[in-house]
Each structure stands twice: as C-alpha cells, then as structure tokens.
Nanobody, 123 residues
Framework: VQLQASGGGLVQAGGSLRLSCAASGRTFSVYNVGWFRQAPGKEREFVASISLSGTINDADSLKERFTISRNNAENTVYLQMNSLKPGDTAVYYC??????????????????WGQGTQVTVSS
C-alpha cells in the first residue's frame, strides 16, 4: 500500500487543521493506521491510531484536541487537530500495517509510511 499524507500548513495558535492519509494500491479497510509526529531534534512521537475495526488509541496529552477517524469507502484516515499550539509544530506522518487487530502506538510496528506533511503553528 502507498500512503499520501496531506493537509498540513501554517496556522495560528488556536486554529485547526485536518490531516488526511490517503491509501492507494490496496484496500485500506484491512489496515491498522497510525499518526505520528516528529519535531526537529526530537524522536518520533505517537499521536493516535485506529484499528481496522475502528478501535482508537490516543496519546493522553493530545486526546482532548486531536481526533482520528477513518472512511474506508474513501480509503482515507483523518486526523482532526483543534486548538493548535506552537508545540504541535512538527512533521506529521501516517503509517499502516496489517498485523493483528490492534493499531500499535510504537513506530517500528508499522510497515508502511507516508512521506509526511508539515504542520507549523505560529504564536
């Protein structure tokens, strides 16, 4: 499967963005999908994941502002980000795997990665 992340951009603090992870090549409904982010000089950080059955894992520090969802008919997983803060500035990546029924929270458990989309939040 090939993944294409999009929807990033420059937004003021307090604003919102919706990221999309579109899949091609395979039916996305059989994949677990996760969102991660990486800021300069920092390790890749788990944001949220959604299993092929729709079970969601959220990062505790982000769950009140970020929401993951999927539309299998559109072969797309979304990340709605509200009340954005400068600390949310990072490259956001989506990832997918077909192993098991639980969407992992650890990057190395994913087999396929999108190219990333830059999110910049200004103060």
């Amino acid at each position: 499967v090939q993944l294409q992340a999009s929807g990033g951009g420059l937004v003021q603090a307090g604003g919102s963005l919706r990221l999309s992870c579109a899949a091609s090549g395979r039916t996305f409904s059989v994949y677990n999908v996760g969102w991660f982010r990486q800021a300069p000089g920092k390790e890749r950080e788990f944001v949220a994941s959604i299993s092929l059955s729709g079970t969601i894992n959220d990062a505790d520090s982000l769950k009140e502002r970020f929401t993951i969802s999927r539309n299998n008919a559109e072969n797309t997983v979304y990340l709605q980000m509200n009340s954005l803060k400068p600390g949310d500035t990072a490259v956001y990546y989506c990832a997918a795997n077909r192993r098991g029924l639980v969407a992992p929270i650890i990057p190395f458990e994913y087999d396929y990665w999108g190219q990333g989309t830059q999110v910049t939040v200004s103060s």
